[in-house]
Structures are given as structure tokens and as C-alpha cells.
T-cell receptor, first 115, second 114 residues
Framework: DAGVIQSPRHEVTEMGQEVTLRCKPISGHNSLFWYRQTMMRGLELLIYFNNNVPIDDSGMPEDRFSAKMPNASFSTLKIQPSEPRDSAVYFC?????????????FGPGTRLTVL | DQQVKQNSPSLSVQEGRISILNCDYTNSMFDYFLWYKKYPAEGPTFLISISSIKDKNEDGRFTVFLNKSAKHLSLHIVPSQPGDSAVYFCAATGSGGSNYKLTFGKGTLLTVNP
């Protein structure tokens, strides 16, 4: 299996622009997670989908952030408009289920720089 | 408020010696703990976990110890190898309805010198 696929791997944009990050989970996994890693806050969960339905979006920082999962093999995280403080590494992860025994497999991440 | 803390940003050890990475937590509802390993330009990968009903879990060269009364866990790597050089994240979760939600520490960079 190819693992979790994220694109792009690097994104540099200017403040105010829309940014879309993409994720393809491992085939057969029904849980998908978006995380953000920053120096200040470390790795934090933004949103969790189960069977394509958002279950917990309490980590989404503000209305500028939105995430969708139109089908079991694709998810997007959109930031509109982007701000310099959104600069971070964004990880997508997937698992067979949402429970304790279900290991989360992470993608390689997207490094976002907002100028 | 950091609920999972890894107070050592970095650790350097010699090949063949023991590496001990520490993690403290504050939330009493946490009862399942995990360690993830991360190489540069890659995502974190699961390494080992422990439930609060145990105080030790071993997998090859990796052992995790849990001290619930002290709210402390540690990861021991014996013997350490240069390929173990990576950032290690401690994570915790509860066993209730939000057991998907991992709370991570900020990580410890381990360097194993040949």
C-alpha cells in the first residue's frame, strides 16, 4: 500500500490567498484526521472524520478553516483567507477505526508558508 | 495548557547505550499512552503503546514504563542504534467516547552517535 498521500508537500502563498491541502487515506480506512504541527503548540488535532462524516471539529482554529471528505478516498483542508500565523506543517492521518486499538497512519505532511 | 509534556527537547546518547525519553501528563482521564517516532520530512509512525492497567510494555529494544501515581511515562531504547535518531512524540488519550483524540507532547529529538 502507498500509505497516506498528501499534496502538495510544500506550499508557499501570500497572505489573503486561499490554500487547499489534499489527502488520500489508506484504502479501507474509515477514519481520517487532520493535524497541525507548530513550534508553539506542537501537534494538535484539527478535525476527525468517521465514514466521511465530521465527528469532531473542535480543533479547527476559526472559520477561515474548513475541511471536507466527499468520499472515502479523498479529503481537503481549506484555509481562506490564509494568514502568516497559519504557517505550519499539516498532517493527514487515517485508521481502520477511531478507537484505541486502531493505529493512526500519518502522511508525510504539507509544509505551508504564508508570507 | 499543555496536558502532555516532554520537558527535554533533545537527548544525545552513544550507540549501544540506553536512551530514556520522558513524558509527563496532567489529565487524570488519560488512560492510554502511545509513543510515535518521526524522521525528517516524514509523518509520525506508531512505535509502542501502553494501557493504564499495565505498568510496562516491551517490544524488542523498546520498553515503555508507566507510573500512574506520578503521571509519568518513559520510553527506554536498549541498545540504541544510529537509526533510532529521530523525534519521539508521547501521546495520550482517554478510553471514553473521544478515544480517537490523541494529545501529543512537543517531542524530544534523539540523536544516537556512532
Amino acid at each position: 500500500d502507498a500509505g497516506v498521500i498528501q499534496s502538495p508537500r510544500h506550499e508557499v502563498t501570500e497572505m489573503g490567498q486561499e490554500v487547499t491541502l489534499r489527502c488520500k487515506p489508506i484504502s479501507g480506512h474509515n477514519s481520517l484526521f487532520w493535524y497541525r504541527q507548530t513550534m508553539m503548540r506542537g501537534l494538535e488535532l484539527l478535525i476527525y472524520f468517521n465514514n466521511n462524516v465530521p465527528i469532531d471539529d473542535s480543533g479547527m482554529p476559526e472559520d477561515r478553516f474548513s475541511a471536507k471528505m466527499p468520499n472515502a478516498s479523498f479529503s481537503t483542508l481549506k484555509i481562506q483567507p490564509s494568514e502568516p500565523r497559519d504557517s505550519a506543517v499539516y498532517f493527514c492521518a487515517s485508521s481502520l477505526g477511531g478507537g484505541l486499538s486502531n493505529e493512526q497512519f500519518f502522511g508525510p505532511g504539507t509544509r505551508l508558508t504564508v508570507l | 495548557d499543555q496536558q502532555v509534556k516532554q520537558n527535554s527537547p533533545s537527548l544525545s546518547v552513544q550507540e549501544g547505550r540506553i536512551s530514556i525519553l520522558n513524558c509527563d501528563y496532567t489529565n487524570s482521564m488519560f488512560d492510554y499512552f502511545l509513543w510515535y517516532k518521526k524522521y525528517p520530512a516524514e509523518g509520525p509512525t506508531f512505535l509502542i503503546s501502553i494501557s493504564s492497567i499495565k505498568d510496562k510494555n516491551e517490544d524488542g529494544r523498546f520498553t515503555v514504563f508507566l507510573n500512574k501515581s506520578a503521571k509519568h511515562l518513559s520510553l527506554h531504547i536498549v541498545p540504541s542504534q544510529p537509526g533510532d535518531s529521530a523525534v519521539y512524540f508521547c501521546a495520550a488519550t482517554g478510553s471514553g467516547g473521544s478515544n480517537y483524540k490523541l494529545t501529543f507532547g512537543k517531542g524530544t529529538l534523539l540523536t544516537v552517535n556512532p
